[in-house]
Each structure stands twice: as structure tokens, then as C-alpha cells.
């Protein structure tokens, strides 16, 4: 387990209300001393490794979350509230689960803007479209203190788990579409395949997670075991959702069954963890054309 979280203040403006010490780097009070307690504070630094992550493609070492703010916007207790998020919703023991850093920066001061502008820019964004304050991590855009309350936890879960166990790093800038949202699909003919979507924060997926596990590696088909593999995909990982929404149209599911958990064969689907439970394995023995997921896909 990782135990050292850093959060990388970025404040440049002066205003009355700060100060500055080795430990709150200018944090307002009394939020830096409360917020010190469950969090090592680290001083301004003038880059940030995401944006060459980005660049080049490459898997980052720490899940990175970025806070745009601006501190004239009105709202004099914007970072206060923004801290006690963090202490809600990501406190030491979920920051711990990956390595992490927080950057925490004001847009209206030089240096933040020339570090928000990077970054929106390197990930293909549309900055007259992003009102601060906003998050930013793995790669997806939350705005206002509310809808960041509501999905930093979540987003935070997931960036590690695409990044520590997935290895994988979503890039907006290079967000697939139509037939290839399934180009890194890896179908073996010979095997049975079924695709499981999930999210992290969804109740009955967590009441489900046991059994996908404990899922046989081989299946009776035909009367012959054939080896089973299950692509787990998080809907709310890079552009899971379009993925998500390509076998809802592909296979015509039905407004009510549009929700994970659900699991897609090659001639069926299954919606919610009771249909999963009881009819998957019966589901998987009826199967006779293995191959019929790819060409439905494809």
C-alpha cells in the first residue's frame, strides 16, 4: 500500500488570508492545518509530468488529479470547499489504495494559466467550453464543486485501476471512434468470449464482483469444454461509455436494460446482477456460434 500522497499547490496570486510556511505553501487558514493533518503538503513545482505523459503515450507512475480554480471568481471559500472534499471523499486510506499527486492551481495567476493551457491543449480540449472551478483526472473533465463532489472519488478509483492494473492511459486527444472503439478488442475463435461492463461506484457491480471472479476458465459447448474469457470493461474508464453504447445499439437493449452490471454473448445479452447469477452459465452452455460477438462487433 502507498502511503505518501502529495498535493502540489500551485497559488500565485497574494491576497490577504494567506500565509506561507514549510508545511501549507500558502494554504488559507484554517483549512491547511486541518487538511495537514491526513495530507503531506509539498511546495509549487513548474511542470507537471501528465503533459509529457500525454505527448508521448506513455503509462504516468502516479495517478495524477488536476483542480482548476480561479480565486477572484467570487466564491471566497472555493478552496475551503474543495478541501473538504478531499477529506470526504479521498482520504488517506483510498489515496494510499495508488501513488498520487494533486495539483491545485489558479488559472488566473501566469504560471497557472500557462499550466492549464497546456494541459487542456495536450488533451484536445476546447477551453471556451471549461468554466473553473473543474477536475480533471484520467483524462476525463469535471465542473463546479457539486458534479466533482459527486465523481472525484470514483474518477480517482479508476485512473489507478487503468494505470496499476490495466496499464493503460486514456488520451481525449486520441479518442477512438466508430469500428475502432473495438480495434484492441482480442477475440480468439477458439474460445468463448463475453463481455462484462462495471463501474467502481456501482453498488450491485460490488454485490457482483465475487461471482465474475469466480467465473470457470472453460465452458461445455457443443458437449466440449472450450476455454472462456471475459473482457472486463469499466464504463467509466477513457471512452468505455461510446464502447458501452455501441452493444446497447448493436444488440437494440431496451431503455431498461441500459445499466451495469450487464454481460453481452454472442447471440444475447444478460442486465442486472440477478439475470447475471441465474442465467449465465446456462446462457453460456447454449452456445453454438462462438464466433458471432466479433461479427456483430465488427
Known amino acids: 500500500m ?20 514549510n508545511n501549507t505553501a500558502g494554504l488559507p487558514e484554517p483549512s491547511a492545518q486541518s487538511y ?3 495530507m503531506t503538503i509539498l511546495a ?8 509529457a505523459s500525454l505527448a508521448e503515450n506513455r503509462l504516468p507512475d502516479k495517478v495524477e488529479l488536476f483542480y482548476f480554480y480561479e480565486q477572484d471568481c467570487g466564491i471566497c471559500n472555493e478552496l475551503d470547499v474543495f478541501y473538504d472534499i478531499l477529506l470526504e471523499k479521498l482520504p488517506a486510506d483510498i489515496l494510499g489504495i495508488y501513488p498520487s499527486v494533486i495539483y491545485i492551481i489558479n488559472t488566473l ?20 467550453l471549461l468554466l473553473p472551478p473543474l477536475l480533471i483526472a484520467g483524462g476525463k473533465i469535471f465542473q463546479g464543486n457539486e458534479t466533482i463532489a459527486n465523481n472525484i472519488q470514483e474518477a ?3 485512473a489507478g485501476e487503468d494505470i496499476f492494473v490495466n496499464q493503460y492511459f486514456y488520451n481525449p486527444a486520441l479518442r477512438k471512434t466508430g469500428e475502432k472503439l473495438f480495434e484492441d478488442f482480442d477475440f480468439n475463435p ?11 461506484a456501482c453498488p450491485d457491480c460490488r454485490e457482483i464482483i465475487h461471482f465474475i471472479d469466480d467465473l470457470p476458465e472453460t465452458f461445455n459447448v457443443d458437449g466440449r469444454q472450450v476455454p472462456f474469457d471475459l473482457i472486463k470493461i469499466n464504463t467509466r474508464s477513457g471512452n468505455n461509455n461510446d464502447r458501452i453504447m455501441a452493444f446497447f445499439d448493436k444488440y437494440k437493449v431496451p431503455d431498461a436494460d441500459r445499466h451495469v452490471p450487464i454481460i453481452f454473448l454472442a447471440n444475447s445479452y444478460l442486465s442486472g446482477v ?7 452459465s446456462n ?11 466479433a461479427e456483430i462487433l465488427y
Open 2 to 21: 502507498h502511503v505518501i500522497i502529495s498535493i502540489l499547490v500551485l497559488l500565485f496570486t497574494s491576497c490577504a488570508g494567506f500565509t506561507s510556511s
Open 109 to 128: 495567476s501566469m504560471d497557472g494559466r500557462q499550466i492549464y493551457n497546456r494541459i487542456t491543449e495536450a488533451m484536445g480540449l476546447d477551453r471556451m
Open 190 to 200: 477458439d474460445h468463448v468470449t463475453a463481455v462484462y461492463f462495471y463501474r467502481i
Open 274 to 280: 440477478q439475470r447475471i447469477k441465474n442465467e449465465l
Open 156 to 158: 480517482f478509483l479508476t
Open 36 to 38: 495537514a493533518k491526513s
Open 283 to 293: 446462457e453460456l452452455a447454449n452456445l453454438t456460434d462462438k464466433n458471432l460477438l
Open 44 to 51: 509549487y513545482a513548474d511542470s507537471d509530468p501528465y503533459t
